[in-house]
């Protein structure tokens, strides 16, 4: 698309302990440029425009399982009854990256000590934290 041309603008940000999303539409900002859609995050009674950084990803270590409060509670519910040991369960993974020399075939720790290449963490975190749409 030509410059000056686009629709959209979206924002991500990813942060350490929150994440969040927004975007606004180019004719919605024309006419109202406090006019910002944001994702909801719901847990119980809170509702916030950021939910928590962690995700839980399934047994196999490769596909999606969840994130935000919901993968909290689901974690939480798998500890009470001892089925987390199979799940991959990350919070603050962010900064598991600070002073270190990123490669390709980087690392990150889950909280139980098991390992995941960080690509793959980061690029679900991402992918899920923008299909959470409800």
Known sequence: MAAGKALIVAAIDFGTTYSGWAFSFKHEFESDPTKVSTKIWRESSLLS???PTCILINPDG????KFGYEAETYYSELCTKGLQKDYYYFHRFKMMLWDKVMTTD???E???GKLLPALLVFSLSIRLASMVIT
């Open 110 to 112: 889950d909280a139980s």
């Open 106 to 108: 980087a690392q990150v």
């Open 62 to 65: 490769q596909t999606l399982g």
């Open 49 to 51: 425009n950021k939910g």
